[in-house]
């Protein structure tokens, strides 16, 4: 195995304990919650509001989800455009200056893997190969007490505690057309999600076209 200097060892640690900081301040609190019962603990019918709003106190997350609307989302203003510039670079320093680009942003935010076919969108940005041990994009496992993960008991909560609290309210949870989420390409390990999200190589073509296939069902 190759030898890691004290310098990389620190770099590494100092990376990930940064990109723990932030990824806690993305963290978003529900603006409704079930109301919960005085001495049993449980949750109650009916929703109650928060008295902490997610909006400004969040502005990591919020930006984050900009960007996406604004670029990656197919009816945002900049989409068109990402797209021709994207999938219209052939020059392979043009194409590793933009990897670099962009897995310089998403290791310092998400501690991202690099791994090519990006599942933030699909799970409020968070990276299920980083922040879950088992790796899975259609959880949770089950495995989880009191929102703690199984692997990390008392250390890291559930990724999919994490994600149902970044979701705006409840009602928005219960309202949202959940699909299946298709298999990671591991073809794509290490290179450009960005390019790959627009050129249609990634795990967003399977989803889509199962989408398409679903509609043409429909009477």
């Known amino acids: 195995m190759p030898k890691t200097s004290s310098k990389d060892t620190l770099s590494n640690f100092t990376n990930s304990l940064l990109a723990e900081n932030v990824r806690r301040s993305l963290r978003t609190p529900l603006t409704k919650t079930f109301r919960r019962h005085a001495s049993g603990g449980v949750d109650l019918p009916g929703l109650q509001k928060n008295k902490r709003k997610p909006g400004w106190l969040c502005p990591g997350y919020a ?46 935010l998400y501690d991202c893997y690099r791994c090519g076919d990006c599942y933030l969108s699909d799970l409020e940005l968070l990276c299920p190969q980083s922040q879950c041990p088992k790796r899975l994009i259609n959880g949770p496992c089950g495995g989880s ?34 699909a299946i989420l298709p298999p990671r390409d ?34």
């Open 145 to 178: 007490r009191g929102g703690w993960c199984e692997v990390w008991p008392g250390e890291r909560r559930c990724l999919y505690v994490r994600q149902y609290e970044r979701l705006k309210d409840i009602e928005e949870l219960f309202s949202r057309d959940v």
């Open 63 to 108: 930006i984050g989800k900009m960007v996406h609307q604004l670029f990656f989302e197919p009816k945002g203003p900049f989409f068109k455009i990402a797209a021709r510039m994207l999938t219209s670079v052939k020059n392979k320093k043009t194409i590793r200056l933009i990897t670099m680009v962009e897995y310089f942003f998403k290791e310092l």
């Open 186 to 219: 591991w073809g794509l390990d290490r290179t450009s999600s960005w390019i790959n999200f627009f050129a249609g190589r990634d795990h967003h073509r399977l989803r889509n076209l199962d989408e398409s296939t679903k509609n043409e069902k429909m009477p």
